[in-house]
C-alpha cells in the first residue's frame, strides 16, 4: 500500500490509542523468549530530528519550569536526617519559576532547539535504550528542547515496566544527575 494509506489510518483509526506500542511489546516479548533480547544491561541515548516547521514563524511563551522529578524525594531525605538529629525539617520551598521559550506556531509539540549558535531549529528528541545488541526497549519522544537528564527517570521506569529492571544502565553524560 503507498505510505499514504497507514498515514490516514493512524489518523483516523489510531491515533488515541497504544495499539503500535502494544504490538511492538508482544514482538519484543516473544523475541525475549527466544533469547535473541537481553534487558540486563540498557543503554540510552537521544538523538534530535528536524520538525517539519519554519523557525521564523514562532510565539514567545512563558511558561513555569518543572522541578526535577528527584527533587520531592531528596527533600524528604533531608528532612528525615534533620530530625533524626534532632533539628526542624525545612519548609518545602515551591517558588513558581517561569522562562521564556519559543514555540512553533506550525508544529507546536516540537522544541526550539540550539545546538551551537549556527544551527538553530525546531525539532524531536528520541530517546532510546536499546540492549546490547541493539534491540530497542523502549522509547520516548519530546520536544527538541528538553533535556536529556529529565528525562532518565521515566525513560527506565517504562523500561522496567515493560521489559524488566536492568542490571546496568550506560547513559552519556547527557543524562547526568545530582540524582
Do not use: W
Not at 55 to 68: A, D, I
Not at 97 to 114: C, F, L
Amino acid at each position: 500500500p503507498h505510505f499514504s494509506t497507514f498515514g490516514k489510518n493512524y489518523v483516523r483509526r489510531f491515533h488515541d490509542t497504544d495499539l503500535f506500542e502494544q504490538i511492538f511489546y508482544r514482538i519484543l516479548r516473544e523475541a525475549m523468549k527466544k533469547g535473541l533480547v537481553d534487558p540486563s544491561i540498557a543503554f540510552i541515548d537521544s538523538t534530535h530530528v528536524k520538525a517539519n516547521a519554519n523557525k521564523k514563524k514562532l510565539e514567545k511563551k512563558f511558561v513555569r519550569v518543572e522541578t526535577r522529578s528527584y527533587q520531592n524525594q531528596l527533600h524528604e531525605e533531608i528532612n528525615i536526617d534533620r530530625e533524626e538529629h534532632g533539628k526542624k525539617p525545612l519548609p518545602l520551598q515551591n517558588k513558581e519559576e517561569t522562562k521564556e521559550i519559543k514555540v512553533s506556531t506550525t508544529d507546536p509539540e516540537s522544541g526550539y532547539y540550539v545546538k551551537d549558535e549556527r544551527e538553530k531549529s525546531f525539532a524531536y528528541s528520541f530517546h532510546t535504550a536499546c540492549d546490547s545488541k541493539g534491540f530497542i526497549l523502549g522509547s520516548l519522544v519530546t520536544g527538541g528542547n528538553v533535556h536529556d537528564s529529565r528525562m532518565l527517570d521515566s525513560l527506565v521506569s517504562k523500561v522496567t515496566e515493560k521489559v524488566g529492571k536492568p542490571f546496568v544502565v550506560a547513559v552519556d553524560a547527557g543524562y547526568k544527575t545530582p540524582y
